[in-house]
């Protein structure tokens, strides 16, 4: 069992990084392997819809996208860590996840996904949502902690100072080791929920 970590962070030993740490050493503590990609520096363009991704099922620009598309299809479950910008997440991260959700033709029912915050001190909230919301359309269960999934600090230092943050964090390691357990066992079990596919909503009749 294997979560894939994402620092959408450009500073890979700061506020992100730190708070990705606590969870990495729960899940590692609860048997669950980690892989950890710094990608908030690299330099991620945005989807130009192309459709290539369609045809070919890779993403027409051959860069870290493929690279995590094929770590994320063998992984269990994602988190998605971002500093917050303007009460939004880091834009590299948001264009690298419009093209790897989209260009990614693998069935991520079930996988689970997390969003991690950091801010020095506000609209962490927003921008959680906003990650979160490419879970909630992909049939991924969102592991959640004992409060929203943030750390506060200006530094990687101001983190250590926020005790209920990283608390925050080792509870959602722990949450999300559990959902993968859970959910291993279940499929073994029962399977996994029937997805229904084939309908689509256009509006074509122009109502």
């Avoid at 009460?87 to 693998?106: K, M, P, Q």
């Avoid at 689970?112 to 915050?117: E, R």
Wanted: hydrophobic share 35%; glycine share 10%.
């Amino acid at each position: 069992m294997k979560v894939l970590i994402l620092n959408g962070s450009p500073n890979s030993n700061g506020c992100t990084a730190r708070a990705l740490e606590e969870v990495e050493k729960t899940l590692n503590k609860e048997g669950i392997d980690t892989e950890v990609m710094v990608v908030g520096n690299r330099g991620v363009r945005g989807c130009i819809s192309c459709r290539h991704c369609v045809k070919y099922g890779k993403c027409v620009f051959d860069d870290i996208v493929n690279e995590i598309s094929y770590k994320f299809e063998e992984a269990d479950g994602i988190i998605i860590g971002t500093p917050v910008y303007y009460a939004g997440a880091n834009g590299t991260i948001l264009s690298l996840l419009d093209r790897l959700f989209y260009s990614s033709s693998f069935d991520k029912s079930m996988k689970v996904g997390a969003a991690v915050m950091s801010s020095r001190r506000a609209g962490s909230t927003s921008a959680f949502d906003e990650i979160n919301k490419y879970f909630t359309i992909s049939n991924m269960p969102i592991i959640s902690s004992s409060y929203w999934n943030e750390v506060h600090g200006s530094s990687a230092s101001d983190v250590e100072k926020d005790l209920e943050g990283l608390q925050t964090m080792r509870n959602l390691g722990r949450n999300m080791a559990f959902m993968i357990k859970s959910i291993h066992l279940g499929k073994a079990k029962y399977g996994l929920p029937k997805n229904e596919r084939g309908e689509f909503t256009s509006f074509s009749d122009g109502l």
